[in-house]
C-alpha cells in the first residue's frame, strides 16, 4: 500500500523520495510549502553507521530567491570585479622582469596597489573567498610566464616576488578587522567516508557540464598536444592518489598515537599518562566524526566509498588535466589568430582564461573529496557551501563565455552536437528557476510589490512593527528581547530596528565568534532578566549589559514567565499600545 519509487530512492534527494501530496499539480508542491528550499541540501553525507549528515550547497540563484544576505552574496559584486581584474592581469600581464625593484615598484604602484586593495576587501566582506581568488590572481599572473619560459628556479623566484608582497599588501589593508577576528576555523580533517556521487553532483552542475565538457574535448583534439595531456594527466591522477593515501594514514597516524605512547612510557619509565589519556580522548573524537566502530572499520568503509565515487573524481581529474594542457600548450599561430579574429574555436588567450576559471573551479570541487575544514560541525558541510558556490559562479563564467564561442566552431556536426547540449543543459536549468519564481512569488497572484523588507512584518504583527517604529525614532541605546533559535522570529526587534541587542541567534553567534566564549551567559541572563522577580538581580543585569530598552512583546511573554511588575515599580513606561510594552533604564553609573 505504499507509494514506492526505485528511481528516486536510488537518487536519494531528501524528501524527494516520499511521493508528492495531493491534489498532484504540475507546479511541484511539498508538506510545507518550501520544496524549493530542498535544492540547497541536493548533497548528503553518510558516516560509516549510515546516520545522514546535512550538506549546505546553496548557488547563487537560490540564495537570490531566498533574499539571504549572507556575506557569500555580499560579497558576489567583489568576486566579479576580483575576476573581471584577472582577466586584464591575463590579457595584459605587466612586462617586468621581476626582480625585488620591479617588484617593489609594481606592488606600490597604482595598478598592484589596486588589485591588492580589491582582493584584501574579501578578507572583510567573506573571508573564505580571498584564499580562492588569491589564487586565480597568481595563476593569472603566472599563467604567462610559465607558458613562454619552462618551469625552473626563475619562475619560483617570479612566484615569490608576485605572491608575497600581494599577500602582505592585501592583508595590511584590512588589518585592523584581522586583528579582531574570531575563527571557528579548526585545521583540516580528511573527508574519509565522506564522499560526493556523481549523480549528486550532476543535479548541482549539470548545465555547466553539458555547456563545457564538449568544448573541452573539441579544445583537446583541436589545439593540444595530446602527448602532454597524457603526462599532464598522469600528474594529476597520482597527486590525488597521493593527496587519498595521505588522508587515509591520518586516521592511522592517530590511532597508533596511544599505543607508540604506551611503550615509550614502558622503556623510558617516563609517566606519560596524560599524553596516553589525551591520544585516546582525541582518537574518540576523530572517530565520533565519522562513526565507525574502529580504524579498520573506518579505513575499509572509505575504500568501499571511493570505489563507488571513483567516477566523479576520474571526471574531476579529467577536467583539470585538458585545463592545464590547454593553458600551458604553446601555440605559434596565437597571435596571429588574436589578431585576425579567426572564426574557429582557437587556443587563445581569452580561451585560456576561461580554462583557468574551469581548472580553478575543478579544483574546488575536487578538494573537499579529500580534505576539508573543520568548524563547529565536524564534516563537511560548510567546507561545500563555499568551494561550490565560488565554484558555480566560475562555471557559470566559463560556460556562458563557450556558449557564445559554439557559434565560432567550423564543423557543422561538432557545432549542432555542441549547442545540442548546450540547450539540454540550459532547458534543465531552467526548470528550478521557472517554478521556484512561481512557487515563492504564489504564481504571481494576491500580491504587493514592494521594496521594503519590514512590510511583511508590518502587515503580520502590525501592534509589533508600531513599536518598532518607535524604537526607530527613539534615541540609540542597546536593546533586550527574547532568545530563541536560528530561522525564527526571534531578534526581530534588533533586526527591524539596527539597535544591538545582547545576544541574537546563539547557534550563529557561535559561528561567527568561533566559540560560545564572548557569549558567556548571556542566554540565561535574558531569561532571568525577564523572569525574576527580584528588582535588584534586573538592575544587575541591565547595568552590565548597558540595556536602554527593554522590550515586551508577544514573543517575550510565551519565551519567559516574565515578571512585569519589577520594571512597571522602577522603570519609565516609554511605550504601551495595548500588546507591546517599552521601558527605559538610564544607566547612571
Given at each position: 500500500?505504499?507509494?514506492?519509487?526505485?528511481?528516486?530512492?536510488?537518487?536519494?534527494?531528501?524528501?524527494?523520495?516520499?511521493?508528492?501530496?495531493?491534489?498532484?499539480?504540475?507546479?511541484?508542491?511539498?508538506?510545507?510549502?518550501?520544496?524549493?528550499?530542498?535544492?540547497?541540501?541536493?548533497?548528503?553525507?553518510?558516516?560509516?553507521?549510515?546516520?545522514?549528515?546535512?550538506?549546505?550547497?546553496?548557488?547563487?540563484?537560490?540564495?537570490?530567491?531566498?533574499?539571504?544576505?549572507?556575506?557569500?552574496?555580499?560579497?558576489?559584486?567583489?568576486?566579479?570585479?576580483?575576476?573581471f581584474?584577472?582577466?586584464?592581469?591575463?590579457?595584459?600581464?605587466?612586462?617586468?622582469?621581476?626582480?625585488?625593484?620591479?617588484?617593489?615598484n609594481?606592488?606600490?604602484?597604482?595598478?598592484?596597489?589596486?588589485?591588492?586593495?580589491?582582493?584584501?576587501?574579501?578578507?572583510?566582506?567573506?573571508?573564505?573567498?580571498?584564499?580562492?581568488?588569491?589564487?586565480?590572481?597568481?595563476?593569472?599572473?603566472?599563467?604567462?610566464?610559465?607558458?613562454?619560459?619552462?618551469?625552473?628556479?626563475?619562475?619560483?623566484?617570479?612566484?615569490?616576488?608576485?605572491?608575497v608582497?600581494?599577500?602582505?599588501?592585501?592583508?595590511?589593508?584590512?588589518?585592523?578587522?584581522?586583528?579582531?577576528?574570531?575563527?571557528?576555523?579548526?585545521?583540516?580533517?580528511?573527508?574519509?567516508?565522506?564522499?560526493?556521487?556523481?549523480?549528486?553532483?550532476?543535479?548541482?552542475?549539470?548545465?555547466?557540464?553539458?555547456?563545457?565538457?564538449?568544448i573541452?574535448?573539441?579544445?583537446?583534439?583541436?589545439?593540444?598536444?595530446?602527448?602532454?595531456?597524457?603526462k599532464?594527466?598522469?600528474?594529476?591522477?597520482?597527486?590525488?592518489v597521493?593527496?587519498?593515501?595521505?588522508?587515509?594514514?591520518?586516521?592511522?597516524?592517530?590511532?597508533?598515537?596511544?599505543?607508540?605512547?604506551?611503550?615509550?612510557?614502558?622503556?623510558?619509565g617516563?609517566?606519560?599518562?596524560?599524553?596516553?589519556?589525551?591520544?585516546?580522548?582525541?582518537?574518540?573524537?576523530?572517530?565520533?566524526?565519522?562513526?565507525?566502530?574502529?580504524v579498520?572499520?573506518?579505513?575499509?568503509?572509505?575504500?568501499?566509498?571511493?570505489?563507488?565515487?571513483?567516477?566523479?573524481?576520474?571526471?574531476?581529474?579529467?577536467?583539470?588535466?585538458?585545463?592545464?594542457?590547454?593553458?600551458?600548450?604553446?601555440?605559434?599561430?596565437?597571435?596571429?589568430?588574436?589578431?585576425?579574429?579567426?572564426?574557429?574555436?582557437s587556443?587563445?588567450?581569452?580561451?585560456?582564461?576561461?580554462?583557468?576559471?574551469?581548472?580553478?573551479?575543478?579544483?574546488?570541487?575536487?578538494?573537499?573529496?579529500?580534505?576539508?575544514?573543520?568548524?563547529?560541525?565536524?564534516?563537511?558541510?560548510?567546507?561545500?557551501?563555499?568551494?561550490?558556490?565560488?565554484?558555480?559562479?566560475?562555471?557559470?563564467?566559463?560556460?556562458?563565455?563557450?556558449?557564445?564561442r559554439?557559434?565560432?566552431?567550423?564543423?557543422?556536426i561538432?557545432?549542432?552536437?555542441?549547442?545540442?547540449?548546450?540547450?539540454?543543459?540550459?532547458?534543465?536549468?531552467?526548470?528550478?528557476?521557472?517554478?521556484?519564481?512561481?512557487d515563492?512569488t504564489?504564481?504571481?497572484?494576491?500580491?504587493?510589490?514592494?521594496?521594503?523588507?519590514?512590510?511583511?512584518?508590518?502587515?503580520?504583527?502590525?501592534?509589533?512593527f508600531?513599536?518598532?517604529?518607535f524604537?526607530?525614532?527613539?534615541?540609540?541605546?542597546?536593546?533586550?528581547?527574547?532568545?530563541?533559535?536560528?530561522?525564527?522570529?526571534?531578534?526581530?526587534?534588533?533586526?527591524?530596528?539596527?539597535?544591538?541587542?545582547?545576544?541574537g541567534?546563539?547557534?550563529?553567534?557561535?559561528?561567527?565568534?568561533?566559540?560560545?566564549?564572548?557569549?558567556g551567559?548571556?542566554?540565561?541572563?535574558?531569561?532571568?532578566?525577564?523572569?525574576?522577580?527580584?528588582?535588584?538581580?534586573?538592575?544587575?543585569?541591565?547595568?552590565?549589559?548597558?540595556?536602554?530598552?527593554?522590550?515586551?512583546?508577544?514573543?517575550?511573554?510565551?519565551?519567559?514567565?516574565?515578571?512585569?511588575?519589577?520594571?512597571?515599580?522602577?522603570?519609565?513606561?516609554?511605550?504601551?499600545?495595548?500588546?507591546?510594552?517599552?521601558?527605559?533604564?538610564?544607566?547612571?553609573?
Open positions: 500500500g505504499a507509494w514506492i519509487s526505485d528511481f528516486w530512492s536510488w537518487l536519494d534527494l531528501q524528501e524527494l523520495v516520499h511521493p508528492p501530496a495531493s491534489p498532484f499539480d504540475f507546479i511541484p508542491n511539498r508538506a510545507g510549502g518550501t520544496w524549493w528550499w530542498r535544492a540547497s541540501r541536493v548533497l548528503q553525507d553518510y558516516t560509516a553507521a549510515g546516520t545522514s549528515r546535512e550538506i549546505i550547497d546553496e548557488f547563487p540563484f537560490f540564495s537570490y530567491l531566498l533574499a539571504d544576505l549572507h556575506p557569500h552574496v555580499i560579497s558576489m559584486p567583489f568576486v566579479l570585479l576580483i575576476v581584474v584577472g582577466l586584464d592581469v591575463f590579457l595584459n600581464p605587466p612586462q617586468l622582469d621581476w626582480n625585488l625593484k620591479s617588484s617593489f609594481f606592488w606600490t604602484g597604482g595598478r598592484g596597489l589596486w588589485i591588492a586593495f580589491f582582493s584584501g576587501a574579501l578578507i572583510f566582506i567573506n573571508t573564505w573567498d580571498f584564499p580562492i581568488y588569491f589564487v586565480l590572481m597568481i595563476g593569472c599572473f603566472m599563467a604567462s610566464r610559465i607558458r613562454y619560459s619552462a618551469w625552473g628556479k626563475d619562475r619560483m623566484r617570479e612566484l615569490f616576488l608576485i605572491s608582497p600581494y599577500g602582505i599588501l592585501s592583508v595590511a589593508f584590512f588589518l585592523p578587522f584581522l586583528i579582531g577576528l574570531s575563527s571557528q576555523a579548526g585545521g583540516f580533517l580528511p573527508s574519509l567516508v565522506f564522499k560526493t556521487r556523481f549523480v549528486h553532483f550532476l543535479v548541482m552542475f549539470f548545465p555547466h557540464v553539458m555547456v563545457i565538457t564538449p573541452l574535448l573539441f579544445l583537446l583534439v583541436k589545439n593540444a598536444n595530446l602527448k602532454e595531456f597524457a599532464n594527466l598522469l600528474i594529476v591522477f597520482s597527486f590525488v597521493f593527496l587519498i593515501a595521505v588522508s587515509l594514514l591520518i586516521p592511522l597516524a592517530i590511532s597508533s598515537s596511544p599505543i607508540l605512547l604506551e611503550r615509550i612510557s614502558e622503556r623510558t617516563l609517566d606519560l599518562g596524560p599524553q596516553i589519556e589525551k591520544s585516546r580522548i582525541a582518537l574518540q573524537s576523530f572517530l565520533g566524526i565519522y562513526e565507525p566502530r574502529n579498520r572499520e573506518l579505513i575499509n568503509t572509505t575504500a568501499r566509498r571511493l570505489l563507488s565515487s571513483s567516477f566523479l573524481l576520474l571526471f574531476l581529474i579529467f577536467w583539470v588535466s585538458i585545463s592545464l594542457t590547454i593553458i600551458f600548450t604553446k601555440n605559434n599561430k596565437d597571435d596571429v589568430l588574436e589578431e585576425n579574429e579567426e572564426r574557429s574555436l587556443n587563445n588567450k581569452s580561451d585560456r582564461f576561461i580554462l583557468t576559471l574551469v581548472l580553478l573551479a575543478s579544483l574546488l570541487i575536487l578538494a573537499p573529496e579529500i580534505f576539508y575544514l573543520r568548524d563547529q560541525f565536524g564534516w563537511r558541510m560548510n567546507t561545500i557551501f563555499k568551494f561550490y558556490f565560488q565554484a558555480w559562479i566560475l562555471l557559470s563564467i566559463s560556460s556562458a563565455y563557450f556558449l557564445f559554439i557559434q565560432n566552431l567550423r564543423s557543422g561538432i557545432r549542432l552536437l555542441s549547442a545540442s547540449f548546450a540547450f539540454l543543459g540550459l532547458i534543465a536549468g531552467l526548470v528550478y528557476p521557472v517554478f521556484g519564481l512561481l515563492k504564489n504564481r504571481f497572484q494576491n500580491i504587493v510589490w514592494s521594496l521594503d523588507g519590514n512590510r511583511y512584518f508590518a502587515e503580520t504583527t502590525p501592534e509589533e508600531e513599536a518598532v517604529e524604537l526607530i525614532d527613539s534615541d540609540f541605546g542597546i536593546v533586550s528581547e527574547a532568545v530563541g533559535g536560528s530561522y525564527s522570529s526571534y531578534s526581530r526587534v534588533s533586526k527591524l530596528t539596527g539597535l544591538p541587542a545582547v545576544l541567534w546563539p547557534g550563529h553567534e557561535v559561528q561567527w565568534r568561533g566559540g560560545g566564549e564572548e557569549i551567559s548571556r542566554e540565561n541572563d535574558i531569561r532571568d532578566l525577564y523572569s525574576t522577580v527580584n528588582w535588584e538581580r534586573a538592575k544587575e543585569i541591565l547595568e552590565t549589559y548597558n540595556i536602554r530598552y527593554v522590550f515586551i512583546g508577544p514573543l517575550e511573554r510565551s519565551t519567559y514567565s516574565v515578571s512585569e511588575i519589577k520594571f512597571r515599580e522602577n522603570l519609565p513606561l516609554i511605550f504601551d499600545n495595548g500588546v507591546v510594552l517599552i521601558y527605559e533604564f538610564e544607566n547612571n553609573g
